[in-house]
């Protein structure tokens, strides 16, 4: 079956513009999670939904990233008035279950943020 | 708290020679640990997860990993590299109420023929 899925796969913005990015998780996954990996980093928690509910944003940088999941599927990342420091590849995983940590989080091909 | 290192950014082996990538964990609650393998411009791929079951994990494409607690490390290993192994490869630890993976800095594994 069709894994997760994000677009756009590459995204230049100029500093101060705003951005949308957006994960398609596998289908009937309970669980999303959203993380940044910087240039020769391991990736960084974001946030976490259980269905449509953001039960964890603890990772969010600053008020400018904005994550929602409105009907428990289709999640949508949102960088307010980009800064360069917020280029990064930003990845999506579902997870089967919800709240389980020994759930296998699937991964998207990421998208590449570059801010100019 | 959790945290993951993984020892050296870059391992370069021979074809056909042993694989070993580090890690240490460090972990306030039992650790779920896994590894993810990812190719450039790719997701990660999961290799192989400890859940608390076996201590020696076998995983895709003839890797495995043993977890050993009282050297708090879960090491990944392969007999014999492949040319298609050349990746970066990724520690990460969860556990307790932490769903959320936390990630080491990753290491670039390069094979040479």
């Known amino acids: 079956g069709a894994g997760v899925s994000q677009s756009p796969r590459y995204k230049v913005a100029k500093r101060g513009q705003d951005v949308a990015l957006r994960c398609d998780p596998i289908s009937g996954h309970v669980s999303l999670f959203w993380y940044q990996q910087a240039l020769g980093q391991g990736p960084e928690f974001l946030t976490y939904?259980?269905?449509?509910?953001?039960?964890?944003k603890s990772g969010l940088p600053s008020d400018r990233f904005f994550a929602e999941r409105p009907e428990g599927s289709v999640s949508t990342l949102k960088i307010q008035r980009t800064q360069q420091e917020d280029s990064a590849v930003y990845l999506c995983?579902?997870?089967?279950?919800?709240?389980?940590?020994?759930?296998?989080?699937?991964f998207g091909p990421g998208t590449r943020l570059t801010v100019l | 708290a959790q945290s993951v290192t993984q020892l050296g950014s870059h391992v370069s082996v021979s074809e056909g020679a042993l694989v070993l990538l580090r890690c240490n964990y460090s972990s306030s609650v039992p650790p779920y640990l896994f590894w993810y393998v990812q190719y450039p411009n790719q997701g990660l791929q999961l290799l192989l997860k400890?859940?608390?079951?076996?201590?020696l994990v076998k995983g895709i494409n003839g890797f495995e990993a043993e977890f050993k607690k009282s050297e708090t490390s879960f090491h990944l290993t392969k007999p014999s590299a492949h040319m298609s192994d050349a990746a970066e490869y990724f520690c990460?630890?969860?556990?307790?109420?932490?769903?959320?993976?936390?990630f080491g800095k990753g290491t670039l594994l390069t094979v040479n023929p």
């Open positions: 995983a579902s997870s089967l279950r919800g709240g389980d940590p020994t759930d296998t989080q699937y």
């Open positions: 939904f259980q269905n449509e509910a953001q039960l964890d």
């Open positions: 990460a630890v969860s556990g307790g109420s932490n769903y959320k993976l936390t």
């Open positions: 400890y859940t608390s079951a076996a201590t």
